[in-house]
């Protein structure tokens, strides 16, 4: 039983519980990016591995990356307009023909105008969403810990040693 | 610290892990199914699908894809599927399959289930024989001997004959002139009669008197004798006119001949609808299997492209290919072992197909397929498919053998009908397909066996053994079809030396019992007119020998008298001669003839001894011996008997 749930604490933990402002807001600004990024090829693949490969709060990146799924289709439009302005450039034609015969990068689907473009918006959004979602970060992340915290489930998987170890942090 | 960040990523590699390892074959799986239910619009049913990434492979076992017009049936099932992608090619996101393999490959095999998708509304079962063509052909085969058969009875049919109207006319006008002719010879009958009966009324009385009523009689006579005359004179004048008309008839005869003898030369079979009849189902079925290979090979360029390309989503694909371009999919060596039907008998083929893609400008070299099949009919068969220009050309070489009997018919079996069997076929083909254009050939050789002509009665016996007699001797059979026009309305054209053959068979069994038809239409003709002929001649002869016969005696007396008469008016015929020209007359009998004899002797005796017999003379007192010749006395007055009248003597009266 405790091998069991020791692994499915420590996610929970690494998941929700010990997670700075920057790391939510980080998560948030990559879960946007692979949110707006269309699936089914390997560009997102990529990027969910490197997401995941860095330090960040995976959470929000998960949930923000479901969240812009959905809503990223209504904005279709606008990343195509970038995707052909970007694909469409004659002086870039080149390099877009040699990453194209380079092995595996014709599976990220980089030549459609709708990928490119999304990649492109979702780079450009890393950024500007760092820095506004961080102070809403450190404003409400200690509230969320606290609120997470009184999850039962939360409860019964991190048990009472860390249960004691959040109230050390609240003091 | 390290382990929060190490086990999450962690996990999600093991379950990316786990996708891979355990996740893609039933995706593969699944899009498989969905992909070619997509295509063939029935159920797709995949046993297992295996996959490997080192080196890029996958393996299908059990795969069956259900027929959407067949019930329970799949159009085509196989073991094994096994393709072997090229890594260079896949990392670039090209399909290149090195090798593969389809191993146990069936067409048309039963299945569980019905296969279908969705049974919305209960589909007609497809008619799996091209209908108009084979109806087309079928019917052109049963028009040719149903025409020669009207053709034979219309040249046997004697009313079409002019002899025949002529001879018929000809009795007829005749028939009823000597009815006329008949009819009067009858009126002679009861004249000559009554003619007869004034002779016996005239040998009454006394001599005078007969000879009065001789006179009536012979007047009487010479009118009889004058219309038998008239009537004879008829007879023979018609004699130019029967032999005109027996002219006519025989010019109508030597038409008839020369008739007979046009038809004939025009009655001959069309060798091609009988080749047709006898071959075009069965030519046709196997041309519209090579072409259905054709149209195969062909299409599948289409529904390959269809496949390959991805379902595009939104946005634009821009096309970075011009550094290396090629096709998106390459089958460049798949080989196909399995069983199929040719005609109805499953048979173990090899097959190996190379260069399929959906690009062969792309790729720049054709498709090519080659077939080879075993068992009793062993097929072999090259499709090559060149689509490397824009007009894409297909060509197809095929040799198949059938050393089963291939049974054939032509006609209808009620009727008149033609069968024989085929051995040893051999087929040969070649088409090329240039576009939607087809031209090419289908070449059939065998040997033909039991050529049987058969009919109902409608047709003489005579023609039936005659034509099988002519048939005997075909021992091959070589048959082409020329194909040109479009691959949808194909123009077909069949010639083959055996409907020529067999045309010259049933033209020598139809010449030669239409020769002896004409002959017996001849003789019949002939017989007919003679037998007319030979009838008006011996119904006159006999009317006319009869007439003469009742009459002979009548006539010949009335000639005798109008003779005598003749005499009597001229005035110089003196007693004596006049009863000797009646006694030697037939006019009296026998017994009458002798008393007028007796009575002239005794009347010549006193005239010449110039004294009364001596009966006489004894009854007659005073005149004793012999009275003298004396002026006036009645001696005197009588003529001279004996001694030649002087010329005073006969002008006087």
Excluded at chain 1, 91 to 115: C, H, K, Q
Excluded at chain 2, 170 to 199: C, G, S
Excluded at chain 2, 455 to 476: G, H, K, Q, T, Y
Aim: proline share 5%; net charge negative.
């Amino acid at each position: 039983m405790f091998l069991i749930l020791r692994p499915l604490r420590m996610l929970l933990k690494a998941l929700v519980i010990e997670s700075t402002p920057s790391q939510m807001s980080y998560g948030l600004a990559l879960g946007v990016m692979l949110g707006i990024v269309p699936k089914g090829n390997l560009l997102a693949i990529v990027l969910g591995f490197c997401i995941a490969a860095m330090r960040v709060n995976l959470a929000v990146t998960a949930c923000a990356a479901v969240a812009l799924t959905f809503a990223s289709s209504q904005l279709d439009s606008s990343f195509d307009r970038v995707g052909v302005f970007v694909l469409g450039q004659p002086s870039l034609r080149g390099l877009w023909e040699a990453v194209y015969d380079t092995p595996m990068m014709p599976w990220t689907n980089f030549n459609n105008s709708i990928v490119m473009g999304s990649f492109l918006c979702g780079l450009a959004l890393i950024w500007p969403v760092h820095r506004l979602s961080r102070p809403v970060f450190q404003k409400y992340s200690e509230k969320l810990s606290r609120h997470i915290r009184h999850w039962w489930i939360t409860k019964v998987l991190l048990g009472a040693e860390w249960a004691d170890r959040f109230s050390t942090l609240d003091a | 610290m390290r382990w929060t960040y190490i086990i999450p990523r962690l996990i999600i590699v093991g379950l990316l892990w786990g996708f891979l390892a355990l996740g893609v074959d039933p995706l593969l799986r699944y899009s498989a199914v969905q992909t070619f239910q997509s295509i063939t619009g029935a159920k797709v049913d995949v046993a297992d699908l295996t996959s490997t990434y080192f080196p890029p492979s996958i393996t299908i076992h059990g795969m069956a894809l259900a027929s959407p017009s067949h019930l329970g049936r799949n159009m085509v099932e196989f073991d094994e599927l096994h393709l072997r992608f090229e890594s260079h090619s896949l990392s670039r996101r090209r399909f290149v399959v090195e090798d593969g393999h389809v191993d146990g490959l069936r067409f048309d095999t039963r299945r569980s289930d019905d296969g279908q998708l969705e049974l919305s509304e209960e589909t007609e079962p497809r008619d799996t024989e091209p209908s108009w063509i084979t109806e087309k052909l079928t019917e052109l085969g049963d028009e040719w001997l149903s025409n020669l058969e009207e053709q034979i009875k219309a040249q046997l049919d004697p009313n079409t004959l002019e002899t025949y109207r002529v001879g018929t006319g000809v009795y007829d006008k005749w028939d009823a002139h000597f009815d006329v002719l008949v009819e009067r010879a009858k009126t002679f009958e009861p004249r000559a009669k009554a003619l007869k009966q004034n002779f016996a009324n005239a040998k009454k009385g006394d001599t005078l008197h007969q000879i009065e009523q001789y006179l009536t009689v012979a007047q009487e006579a010479e009118l009889i004798v004058r219309d038998a005359q008239t009537f004879r004179d008829d007879l023979t004048g018609i004699v130019p006119e029967v032999r005109n008309d027996f002219q006519l008839l025989n010019e109508a005869r030597l038409r008839d001949q020369e008739k007979v003898k046009h038809t004939l030369a025009l009655l001959k079979p069309d060798a091609r609808r009988i080749s047709q009849a006898l071959l075009g189902e069965t030519m046709y079925l196997r041309l519209q299997e090579t072409l259905s290979w054709v149209e195969l090979i062909r299409d599948y360029q289409h529904g390959l492209h269809d496949q390959i390309q991805p379902p595009r989503g939104s946005g634009q694909d821009f096309d970075f290919w011009a550094a290396n371009p090629a096709p998106g999919f390459v089958l460049r060596n798949l080989r196909l072992t399995g069983t199929m039907s040719i005609n109805r008998e499953s048979v173990p083929f090899q097959a190996l197909l190379t260069d399929v893609t959906e690009d062969p400008m792309l790729l720049g070299r054709p498709c090519v397929m080659s077939l080879t099949a075993d068992g009793s009919r062993p097929l072999q068969m090259k499709v090559t498919y060149d689509a490397t220009t824009e007009t894409s050309v297909t060509e197809m070489l095929a040799d198949f053998r059938d050393t089963n009997t291939i049974p054939l018919r032509a006609g209808k079996l009620d009727k008149a009908c033609l069968r024989a069997v085929l051995n040893n076929v051999s087929w040969q083909s070649r088409l090329v397909l240039v576009g939607n254009k087809i031209e090419g050939r289908l070449v059939l050789d065998s040997r033909l066996e039991q050529l049987e002509f058969s009919a109902n009665e409608d047709v003489r016996p005579e023609i039936v053994a005659v034509a099988n007699e002519a048939f005997a001797n075909l021992a091959s059979l070589n048959a082409i079809v020329q194909v040109s026009g479009t691959l949808r309305e194909p123009s077909i054209e069949l010639h083959s030396d055996v409907g020529e053959q067999v045309a010259s068979g049933v033209k020598v069994a139809f010449t030669h019992q239409l020769e002896a038809a004409k002959a017996k239409l001849i003789a019949e003709v002939s017989q007919y007119a003679d037998e007319h002929i030979e009838t008006l001649k011996n119904r006159f002869a006999a009317d006319y020998t009869r007439l003469l016969q009742d009459n002979k005696e009548l006539i010949q007396q009335a000639s005798e008298v109008r003779t005598l008469m003749a005499n009597l008016r001229s005035g110089n015929l003196d007693p004596a001669s006049l009863m000797k020209q009646v006694s030697n007359s037939s006019l009296i009998k026998e017994k009458d003839r002798e008393k007028i004899d007796q009575t002239m002797d005794k009347v010549s005796g006193v005239l010449r001894s110039a004294a009364l017999p001596s009966d006489i003379e004894k009854k007659i007192p005073g005149l004793p011996g012999i009275l003298p010749s004396t002026p006036g006395s009645l001696k005197s007055l009588l003529p001279r008997l004996g001694n030649p009248p002087s010329q005073d003597s006969k002008n006087k009266p």
